[in-house]
Nanobody, 122 residues
Framework: QVRLVESGGGLVQAGDSLRLSCAAS???????MGWFRQAPEKEREFVTS????????NYADSVKGRFTISRDNAKNTVYLQMNSLKPEDTAVYYC????????????????WGQGTQVTVSS
């Protein structure tokens, strides 16, 4: 099992940047990792994922070119660098992990963090 703890959320203005972190207990290199988000009154949606050694990354079309996922397995941490933030990026962001899956289906991820709120004002 792995426990995931997100940090770095907050209130920013449109156009600003923010970096989220997700610290994993245990050995994070055993897991693919990623981020989902859920805006108020909307379905939870896939944002991005990264394979165990970081060789493959996936992004939702809505964040391509603005968000970057990375990982530091020595620190058991995955990061989400978010640039050019928009009000529509406002959501609770959840870190996820799985022993092998790195696709877009949330039900296939075994482990979830508690979430961190990101609010982007216009």
């Amino acid at each position: 099992q792995v426990r995931l703890v997100e940090s770095g959320g907050g209130l920013v203005q449109a156009g600003d940047s923010l970096r989220l972190s997700c610290a994993a207990s245990g050995t994070s290199s055993r897991y693919t990792m990623g981020w989902f988000r859920q805006a108020p009154e909307k379905e939870r949606e896939f944002v991005t994922s990264i394979t165990k050694r970081g060789g493959i990354t996936n992004y939702a079309d809505s964040v391509k070119g603005r968000f970057t996922i990375s990982r530091d397995n020595a620190k058991n941490t995955v990061y989400l660098q978010m640039n050019s933030l928009k009000p529509e990026d406002t959501a609770v962001y959840y870190c996820v992990a799985d022993p092998g899956y790195y696709g877009v289906e949330q039900t296939n991820y075994d482990y979830w963090g508690q979430g961190t709120q990101v609010t982007v004002s216009s």
